[in-house]
């Protein structure tokens, strides 16, 4: 893990929120995890430390808010439709809420390189 990370490792969304993270795989390149969020429930505020390709399984709508809780994104505001699987760079600290009527199921590969 890259020494510049400023979060705390207890904010790794494996550690933070294991409810809704459940690893796949990893080994010193990358890792890869399987998220799932019912619908009506957040995610506590956790890490992403590495960037990812995100593949949705499931979409239903959400919103991200910054670790104090501040308005980041809301899917429910994009017109068009969204693409199956996106890159995202590391995310700081966030929650996630399930915002839609079905669960929110995504799988990411983390590239740690």
Same mark, same amino acid.
Request: hydrophobic share 35%; no cysteine; proline share 11%.
């Given at each position: 893990?890259? /020494?510049?990370?400023?979060?705390?490792?207890?904010?790794?969304?494996? &550690?933070?929120?294991?409810?809704?993270?459940?690893? &796949?795989?990893?080994?010193? %390149?990358? !890792?890869?995890?399987?998220? %799932?969020?019912?619908? /009506?429930?957040?995610?506590? *505020?956790?890490?992403?430390?590495?960037?990812?390709?995100?593949?949705?399984?499931?979409?239903?709508?959400? &919103? %991200? !808010?910054? /670790?104090?809780?501040?308005?980041?994104?809301?899917? !429910?505001?994009?017109?068009?439709?969204?693409?199956?699987?996106?890159? &995202?760079?590391?995310?700081?600290?966030?929650? +996630?809420?399930? +915002? /839609?009527? *079905?669960? *929110?199921?995504? #799988?990411? #590969?983390?590239?740690?390189?």
């Amino acid at each position: 893990m890259p /020494g510049d990370w400023p979060w705390p490792d207890e904010l790794d969304a494996l &550690i933070a929120a294991p409810k809704h993270h459940t690893l &796949i795989f990893e080994n010193e %390149r990358m !890792r890869m995890l399987d998220t %799932r969020i019912p619908p /009506g429930d957040t995610v506590p *505020v956790h890490t992403h430390r590495w960037p990812a390709v995100y593949y949705t399984v499931q979409f239903s709508h959400f &919103i %991200r !808010r910054d /670790g104090d809780g501040n308005l980041l994104f809301d899917s !429910r505001t994009v017109t068009g439709e969204f693409p199956p699987a996106r890159w &995202i760079e590391n995310l700081p600290p966030h929650s +996630v809420e399930n +915002v /839609g009527d *079905v669960e *929110v199921h995504l #799988v990411s #590969v983390e590239l740690k390189d």
